[in-house]
């Protein structure tokens, strides 16, 4: 297994471009969500998802959209890069409709807008 | 990420002594508690997690203590390790959403 998949690692964009952070997961997990993370803040929830085609906002959306074909993939899109989302983007995901269950992240994106 | 540390509060503790780590938690309708631990430029691993009819739960070299009067938790880990040192954070929710916490940076001495 293994386990959460995220990629790139790195990324570097320019204002006002576009592109999409990839996450897959290989245990058959019905729910996964995407984090920031930025220095002195705690993990933030972007989106979420309890099944293939439902998704759901979390604390802070704005500027990002999610969608859920499958049980395996949870892409994270970003329309329209700004400065204010360089950040550190984790995936999760858990077996059932999170509710305590152990999150599994993946190893995280590090994106810088310019 | 690798800047995960930064601007956090840091815990140093001796090798080989007790840690203490703290978290105050603001929902008082949260149902579920987690503490997780993150190593520089690593994902989040989760250690250990305790329900809110709970006030204490142990696992293999942590504890963790649930005082819900004062919205507090607090992750005890035994006979820490250099191995330990990381970023912990706590995290309080409910039906599928978790909030977390900034997070503590513990520093082991050798």
């Known amino acids: 297994n293994a386990g959460v998949t995220q990629t790139p690692k790195f990324q570097v964009l320019k204002t006002g471009q576009s592109m999409t952070l990839q996450c897959a997961q290989d245990?058959?997990?019905?729910?996964m969500s995407w984090y920031r993370q930025d220095p002195g803040m705690g993990l933030r929830l972007i989106h979420y998802?309890?099944?293939?085609?439902?998704?759901d906002q979390g604390e802070v959306p704005n500027g990002y959209n999610v969608s859920r074909s499958t049980t395996e993939d949870f892409p994270l899109r970003l329309l329209s890069a700004a400065p204010s989302q360089t950040s550190v983007y984790f995936c999760a995901s858990s077996p059932l409709a999170y509710r305590g269950e152990e999150l599994f992240f993946g190893s995280g994106t590090q994106l810088s807008v310019l | 990420g690798e800047n995960v540390g930064l601007h956090l509060p840091t815990l140093s503790v001796q090798e080989g002594d007790n840690s203490i780590i703290n978290c105050a938690y603001s929902n008082s309708a949260s149902d579920y508690f987690i503490w997780y631990k993150q190593e520089s430029g690593k994902g989040p691993q989760f250690i250990i997690d305790?329900?809110?009819?709970?006030d204490k739960r142990q696992g293999q070299r942590v504890t963790v203590l649930l005082n819900k009067t004062v919205k507090h938790l607090s992750l005890q880990i035994a006979a820490t390790q250099p191995g330990d040192s990381a970023v912990y954070f706590c995290?309080?929710?409910?039906?599928?959403?978790?909030?977390f916490g900034i997070g503590t940076k513990l520093q082991v001495i050798p």
């Open positions: 305790i329900r809110s009819n709970m």
């Open positions: 998802s309890v099944g293939a085609g439902i998704t």
């Open positions: 995290g309080s929710g409910g039906y599928q959403k978790v909030t």
């Open positions: 245990m058959n997990h019905e729910y």
